[in-house]
């Protein structure tokens, strides 16, 4: 596909910008990746910048983890 860029990682989810909150090192961009589901990451402020992304934009969360830790309150 022409434009995309080609990665391995195969968690791809393709959504909208909904809200960025920059501080001096980091950004928080949330992406709004439909069926009332949200996404949330910290990236570098500079990459935020560099991607500039900014609300109503189309984003591509890509999700690439060895593990996935889950836990409770230990009650039930």
Partial sequence: MKGEPMLSARNQFKGTVVSIRT?????EVVIDIGGGHRIVSLIG?????RLKLK???SAVAVVKATEVIVSTDGEG
């Fill in 23 to 27: 501080g001096a090192v980091m950004s």
């Fill in 45 to 49: 402020a500079s990459s935020a910048k």
């Fill in 55 to 57: 609300k109503g934009k």
